[in-house]
């Protein structure tokens, strides 16, 4: 009778492994096909991108500016040099207002100001970017009287302000309590224990905030329609139009010349590399905290 009992139990017990086993098997395989799924579409769009604009990516593309229809060659080297100088002026302005909105939020989480200041980085994150590019071409194109390279950064920066905002409050409230009271407990005033606790444990992930606030203004376009213009010859002045990687792959791709088409997919690929290789700077600065942490 024992032995039938014992026998028995290990059947069920048996039984019940394997339907664990199984239902752990399956999902790993949904998860799996959700992940095959998920890149599918980026590999696609980064195979067509390669197969469309390789062939038109040299050295003259980097180093010449466009030519007039019917002319071979050319390049974007205006485009290139002017989406650098958009970011990294829209990043010069957008940054430390964001780091440090973001610190008083996460300091001041209680107050009225501070709720104010994330509900509007919250609705600011929400509005299109034309809807910015259109707000800037009426508060700085049309006072001073023409498009500008920093018009653009002025209306890249409002795009970046929210998104570092919001990273910066998130990853502040992130950092353990402890730190702060062993500082305080120490006799470090509040202020600098802020700076030199709080905000410097919480680097690595403000970091990856920014450069992820930094590809999503790289790749904006209708800002820029409204705001820089765009530029065919060389220009780096802040007071005149300039030329972009996102305005002139759009004024390329909805033209009827094969030759300025292509150049256009030859842009979107050169400018589908930069955002990438910043992605890939992100997943470079999480890993890198991720293994200090360790």
């Known amino acids: 009778m024992d032995n039938t009992i014992a026998s028995t139990m290990r059947r069920k017990y048996a039984r019940r492994l394997f339907l664990r086993k199984l239902k752990s ?3 790993v395989g949904l998860t799996l096909l959700a992940t095959v799924i998920a890149l599918v579409p980026l590999f696609l769009v980064l195979g067509y991108l390669l197969s469309k604009g390789a062939s038109s990516v040299n050295w003259d593309f980097f180093t010449k500016l466009p030519v007039p229809v019917g002319q071979a060659g050319g390049g974007m080297a205006n485009a290139i040099v002017g989406t650098f100088e958009l970011v990294g002026l829209a990043s010069l302005i957008g940054v430390p207002i964001g780091i440090g909105a973001g610190i008083y939020v996460a300091e001041h989480h209680g107050r009225g100001l501070a ?3 994330r509900f509007a980085a919250d609705i600011m994150m929400g509005i299109p970017s034309i809807v910015i590019g259109i707000f800037v071409y009426a508060v700085v194109v ?3 009287g023409g498009f500008s390279t920093m018009a653009g950064a002025v209306a890249l920066a409002i795009i970046m302000i929210p998104l570092v905002t919001r990273t910066t409050e998130e990853m502040i409230l992130l950092v353990p309590p402890e730190l702060r009271e062993a500082a305080l407990a120490l006799g470090v ?3 600098r224990t802020t700076l030199s606790v709080v905000v410097r444990t919480a680097t690595s992930g403000i970091a990856t905030g920014i450069i992820l606030a930094i590809a999503r203004i790289t790749g904006e ?5 409204f705001t820089a213009f765009g530029n065919r010859f060389w220009s780096t002045s802040l007071t005149q139009p300039i030329a972009s990687l996102t305005v002139q792959v759009y004024t390329y791709a909805i033209s009827p010349f094969a030759s300025w088409q292509r150049q256009a997919w030859a842009g979107a690929l050169v400018l589908t590399t930069i955002v990438l290789a910043l992605e890939i700077g992100v997943r470079w600065v999480t890993q890198g905290s991720a293994r200090a942490a360790r």
């Open 221 to 225: 376009t209708a800002p820029l329609l």
């Open 189 to 191: 005033p509040d202020w």
């Open 25 to 27: 098997d399956l999902m």
């Open 142 to 144: 049309q006072p001073v």
């Open 115 to 117: 709720q104010a200041v």
